[in-house]
């Protein structure tokens, strides 16, 4: 293989990562821009059942002040409504009719504070361990798997078939790469009727 | 002689049958008795014949109204049509009892007759396991919760169905969420099977992931309609409410999809054995604790119709369950040791590991959020509610994360992959993500997590679609046409292409759930004969109610227009039915009218004479994506499940030798060039 193309071959593999960066580099400046800088405009009915379905209506089974036809529900939002205009928070809503119904008829979703911030920090932090868990076992399997002056993974790519376009493979003249190559084809013709025709053809 | 009496003869000779299972094959096994195996074999077969003759016994008294049987009596109801008489064999405690054994032994019995596939070594213990599972519910179906028990005094009529039940969805619903919960019970038989005799071989591991694929696509297709259901029946415009009972039959899908997962792994690579046992373990234990949590009523929820006291009998099975699974588990566990190693984090098998960590973490999420009135009432003696803002707020991260996942693992070759062919495949979904988030604030979706949920989906999507058409394209160039190819791909590795399709239907259902979440229009209004409301450029046109009774209920109805960009689309009906028996409970009825994806739906909400009318009008955009999707996910299980053909087979086996790791890559139908 001559130099040439081993440039070619390296600065495409480039053009690909520098495309994929570029398209996460746009998704994240999309999303940036959507919590940063545009203003959320909801209206005042929007409002009302974003801070009505943080609620449970009371007398019902299981379902929210947004969601339950009862009587109570209605009137539940229309003082929602008129607190709203009132220009007040939803915390503080949320708070009113805690004090007013019971926090525990009421509050649909536990507290952030107190016994019930167990409910939240729980399986955030089983989920947050199980990563840390996760990094330190892959890490000790590596580290145990990687013979002593072996490539590291880097370096390797023993995985040809992925690729769909030789030509774009830059590293792909190793012997070793070679032999899996032949040993894919072969188990392909054994497996495949279509491939040993091609195989057969091709003689 | 009723034919309850038949019945009950019927379970007593089931349960005798089942214990003579379970000490003929076992100690057909110890002592290595051929004969007494086969023994075990026909008497399982007779407690699935005693089984469907006490079934029949029961949906005999229904038709035939012997209002003497309790049961029947408090279920049905002579004005009830046919099929709900017969529906409401598993409309209670009891009779879902019935139904539960009834399927259990059936589905032993499809065991028995393919059990030359499985290895012989474990065929005793999984029988065992089986029939001991059954012998549970037929001694609670004997003693405390026979559906065959008799009263002295008979009713002239009984009380008639749950008016939520009288509804198509009952014929179809229950009956596969039952099944779904039930079959779990095999791959967890196989899994003592194999934890008793040591062998974790590559057909049981073959045949296990078989049962669980069969027990993953019923629970899939029971959870789908049970959101169809909730959606056409119960009236709030939504289809799934994190209610103590949907989050039970979601937890054992959670631990199966996992288990799916990570076994490809332990295929592939004879890795993960421990863990792979865990889920399965997991995954039936969660499931009897659904049940149990179902009938006894410990936590509080919308959908139980069948409180009971039997709970603590579940209570006593789970904790068996869960004691015994963990001896033999303890007990097998310094003979379980991987076959391989570890090479990279950037493989499928890194990719395998995060969608285990996930689902893990949703489950435990889930059943965190579940069992936490119940902690927090035992700690500190206030109960509380934990709604869908909880579960919203926990799991729909994980799940964003789950479907990147899903678009990457594919992408990624088994032990380690190249980065640049990596960067390369990664590019092209990713671009699709980049400009599906920056056109859809064009179109004023300008909500972030809205936007975050449909860009993650147009990339798992992007790489699903595009690793089809590469798969295609490679056929294509050895002479097929583009269309043969892709059946041809579908048709020789089924497991990976029919996965493929199970992602793409998630990926469109989470679209739909998105959609019909965060873009959901409500509006309320009080209307006379000839005034309208707008909604979402939809006007709805009130003209009357109508009101009509029967003998046993009696319906309310408005009747509207519809009208759409000026024209007359439909009259429509909402209303609610009465019954007498139930008079407490009314049913609704709600019209859904379906433009494209969009849904307008209509409740009547409440009434006044025949002039007046509340009704209630949602507008939910994408929601048919979520049927869609679901189906799509039960046509790539079945497709997964189909059996392969032999040689296809034979092949397949000789490849996944874990020593030819390559040609290893090759066996679930890798594409190479």
């Known amino acids: 293989m001559s130099d040439e193309r081993i440039v070619k071959g390296s600065w495409r593999q480039r053009r690909s990562l520098f495309v994929l960066l570029a398209a996460l580099a746009l998704l994240a400046a999309v999303w940036f821009w959507l919590a940063f800088a545009v203003p959320r405009q909801q209206t005042l009915d929007q409002h009302v059942k974003n801070v009505a379905s943080q609620l449970r209506c009371p007398v019902c089974q299981g379902e929210s002040v947004a969601d339950s036809p009862a009587l109570l529900a209605q009137q539940m939002r229309q003082v929602i409504r008129e607190q709203l205009q009132a220009g007040r928070s939803d915390q503080d809503i949320v708070q009113y009719f805690a004090s007013r119904y019971g926090e525990q008829n009421v509050v649909w979703s536990p507290p952030r504070q107190g016994f019930t911030l167990l409910a939240w920090i729980v399986p955030i932090a089983l989920v947050a361990g199980g990563v840390v868990f996760l990094f330190f076992v892959l890490r000790d399997w590596q580290a145990s798997s990687v013979p002593v002056g072996a490539p590291g993974p880097a370096a390797v790519s023993t995985k040809p078939h992925r690729q769909n376009d030789h030509e774009e493979e830059g590293t792909s003249e190793d012997s070793a790469l070679e032999y899996y190559r032949a040993q894919i084809e072969h188990e392909l013709a054994a497996d495949d009727p279509l491939f040993r025709r091609y195989e057969t053809e091709a003689k | 002689m009723y034919f309850s009496d038949l019945g009950v003869i019927a379970l007593i000779l089931a349960l005798g049958f089942a214990l003579y299972t379970v000490v003929a094959s076992v100690l057909g096994a110890v002592r290595s008795a051929p004969q007494l195996v086969q023994s075990a074999k026909r008497s399982l077969l007779a ?266 009998y579940y209570l006593v099975f789970l904790v068996i369950v869960i004691v015994f699974s963990s001896a033999l588990f303890l007990w097998r566990l310094p003979q379980l040791r991987p076959e391989q190693e570890f090479d990279s984090v950037i493989s499928r098998e890194g990719v395998f590991l995060l969608n285990n960590l996930l689902l893990i973490g949703m489950t435990f999420a889930t059943l965190w959020g579940t069992l936490f009135p119940l902690i927090s009432a035992f700690v500190r003696g206030q109960t509380m509610t934990v709604g869908p803002p909880f579960y919203n707020q926990v799991v729909s991260p994980l799940i964003a994360v789950l479907i990147v996942a899903m678009g990457v693992g594919p992408l990624l070759a088994w032990r380690r992959t190249s980065r640049s062919a990596l960067w390369r495949n990664l590019s092209v979904p990713a671009i699709l993500a980049a400009l599906c988030a920056v056109v859809l604030p064009i179109f004023g979706v300008i909500d972030i997590a809205a936007n975050i949920g449909f860009s993650v989906c147009a990339f798992s999507a992007g790489a699903i679609l595009y690793e089809l058409w590469r798969g295609a394209r490679v056929r294509h160039s050895h002479g097929e046409p583009y269309l043969v190819a892709l059946y041809m791909l579908f048709n020789r590795y089924r497991q990976r292409y029919g996965g493929y399709l199970v992602h793409l239907g998630l990926v469109l259902l989470i679209v739909g759930v998105i959609g019909s979440h965060y873009f959901q229009q409500q509006r309320d209004a009080v209307l006379k004969p000839g005034q309208d409301t707008n909604i979402a450029g939809y006007r709805l046109t009130y003209l009357g109610n109508i009101d009509t009774k029967e003998s046993d209920k009696e319906t309310i109805t408005a009747q509207l227009q519809v009208w759409s960009n000026g024209q007359l689309q439909s009259y429509i009906y909402p209303g609610r039915i009465t019954y007498h028996n139930y008079g407490d409970q009314p049913a609704s009825l709600i019209p859904i009218n379906t433009f494209g994806f969009t849904d307008l739906y209509v409740v009547l909400t409440d009434w006044n004479g025949a002039a007046q009318a509340t009704i209630r009008i949602f507008v939910n955009p994408l929601v048919s994506l979520v049927w869609y999707g679901g189906v799509l996910m039960l046509i790539g299980g079945v497709i997964c499940w189909w059996p392969e053909r032999r040689r296809t087979l034979a092949a397949a086996r000789s490849a996944a030798k874990p020593d030819v790791a390559v040609g290893a890559g090759i066996a679930d139908g890798g594409v190479v060039v």
């Open chain 2, 47 to 312: 407690v699935t014949f005693f089984l469907l003759l006490a079934s029949a016994a029961l949906v005999l008294s229904f038709l035939t109204h012997d209002f003497g049987v309790g049961y029947v009596a408090q279920h049905s109801s002579r004005a009830m049509p046919w099929y709900f008489t017969t529906a409401a064999f598993y409309g209670g405690q009891e009779g879902s009892l019935l139904y539960w054994a009834l399927m259990l032994s059936i589905f032993s019995a499809i065991f028995v007759f393919t059990s030359k596939r499985a290895p012989a070594a474990l065929v005793p213990y999984v029988m065992a396991t089986l029939m001991a599972t059954e012998a549970f519910f037929v001694i609670v179906l004997t003693s405390v919760s026979n559906p065959f028990a008799r009263s002295p005094i008979i009713p002239a009529d009984g009380a008639g169905l749950n008016p939520l039940l009288m509804d198509p969805g009952m014929l179809v619903h229950p009956p596969m969420l039952l099944m779904g919960y039930m079959s779990f019970a095999l791959p967890y038989a196989f899994a003592v099977a194999a934890m008793i005799t040591g062998n974790l071989s590559s057909e049981w591991l073959r045949s296990i992931r078989r049962w669980t694929l069969a027990a993953w696509t019923i629970q899939t297709t029971g959870l789908i309609l049970g959101a169809w259901w909730a959606y056409h029946v119960l009236g709030w415009g939504g289809y799934w409410g994190w209610d103590p009972v949907e989050n039970a039959a979601l937890l054992p899908w959670l631990t199966a999809t996992a288990f799916l997962h990570s076994t490809m792994v332990q295929e592939r690579r004879g890795m993960l054995k421990v863990w792979n046992l865990f889920l399965i373990i997991a995954s039936f234990a969660l499931s009897i604790f659904g049940t149990f949590e179902v009938r006894s009523g410990v936590i509080s929820s919308v959908h139980s119709f069948a409180y009971s006291d039997i709970g603590e």
